[in-house]
């Protein structure tokens, strides 16, 4: 499981926070682009919402209920790459600025979708492989007599569990 925090960690020189809410708890499992504002559609929850400014509503009410959309179908956080003007004037700045509970981030025109994507994808990726392999250590310390220390130490470091206490 991977959180919106060590994501950030890794991502600070491209991603720049509009508004501040607090990064505790927030999970990604997954990171993908708003091709469209109907989100009830393909939302799923915890993902990374990838947007440009152009897909952003340009009405002041359609935007505060795209983000309340956003909220209630739990996405992790909205990253809106500024291509075109609406995203920094005045009006569309404090909606954003007021928004609290949903985590929104700007992205440097300069930068790909997909770098970002790929970025994300493989912290996922190395998430799921290591939970994999502790997964097949637990099950060949269950079904052997003979466990090695190596055993215990891997699964509880990626798991923060002390299976020597258990036993």
Same mark, same amino acid.
């Given at each position: $499981?991977?959180?919106?925090? %060590?994501? !950030?960690?890794?991502? +600070?020189?491209?991603?720049?926070?509009?508004?501040?809410?607090?990064?505790?708890? =927030?999970?990604?499992?997954?990171?993908?682009? *708003?091709?469209?504002?109907?989100?009830? @559609?393909?939302? &799923?929850?915890?993902?990374?919402?990838?947007?440009?400014? =152009?897909?952003?509503?340009?009405?002041?009410? @359609?935007?505060?209920?795209?983000?309340?959309?956003?909220?209630?179908?739990? /996405?992790?956080?909205?990253?809106?790459?500024?291509?075109? +003007?609406?995203?920094?004037?005045?009006?569309? %700045?404090?909606?954003?600025?007021?928004?609290?509970?949903?985590?929104?981030?700007? *992205?440097?025109?300069?930068?790909?979708? !997909?770098?970002? *994507?790929?970025?994300?994808? $493989? $912290?996922?990726?190395?998430? &799921?492989?290591?939970? &994999?392999? /502790?997964?097949?250590?637990?099950? =060949?310390?269950? &079904?052997?007599?003979?466990? +090695?220390? +190596?055993?215990?130490?891997?699964?509880? %470091?990626?798991?923060?569990?002390?299976?020597?206490?258990?036993?």
């Amino acid at each position: $499981m991977i959180y919106l925090g %060590s994501v !950030l960690k890794t991502q +600070s020189r491209r991603l720049k926070p509009v508004n501040s809410v607090n990064l505790s708890g =927030h999970v990604v499992s997954a990171i993908t682009i *708003m091709d469209n504002t109907n989100v009830r @559609q393909w939302l &799923r929850g915890g993902e990374i919402v990838l947007a440009g400014s =152009h897909t952003l509503p340009t009405e002041q009410n @359609q935007l505060q209920e795209l983000l309340s959309q956003l909220k209630i179908s739990q /996405a992790c956080c909205l990253i809106i790459k500024c291509v075109t +003007s609406p995203i920094s004037s005045q009006k569309f %700045s404090n909606i954003l600025l007021e928004e609290e509970v949903l985590p929104i981030f700007k *992205m440097s025109s300069n930068i790909t979708y !997909l770098e970002l *994507m790929n970025d994300v994808n $493989m $912290m996922l990726f190395k998430d &799921r492989q290591v939970n &994999r392999l /502790a997964e097949l250590d637990l099950e =060949h310390l269950l &079904r052997t007599d003979k466990p +090695s220390d +190596s055993d215990f130490d891997y699964i509880s %470091s990626v798991n923060n569990i002390d299976l020597y206490s258990a036993w």
